[in-house]
């Protein structure tokens, strides 16, 4: 990450780059929003495709801004803690 937030300093005066983050998981084909407190997410999110670009995105995810390395890492530590766990028969 730190290669990514290096490159963007240095073209800063011919470009702004704005990094912003969403974090997902399918869990028991339900998708859940990572950076939003577990049990705390109202929002039913579908996959949808836009039609003029043809890509594909998730309705309703939190996007965050991160500036920095340690605001990416921030991120992916809350949406570790978000993640649902569950007992599985599978070893």
């Not at 996007?63 to 070893?91: C, V, Y």
Request: hydrophobic share 35%.
């Amino acid at each position: 990450f730190n290669e990514l937030f290096i490159l963007a300093k240095e073209a800063w005066g011919a470009y702004r780059y704005d990094f912003k983050v969403s974090i997902l998981e399918i869990y028991n084909e339900t998708i859940n929003d990572l950076l939003v407190k577990k049990g705390t997410d109202k929002h039913k999110h579908d996959i949808k495709e836009d039609l003029q670009s043809g890509l594909l995105y998730v309705t309703d995810l939190t996007e965050a801004q991160a500036q920095s390395p340690e605001d990416f890492i921030s991120l992916m530590q809350l949406a570790s803690k978000n993640r649902s766990t569950g007992a599985t028969k599978m070893n």
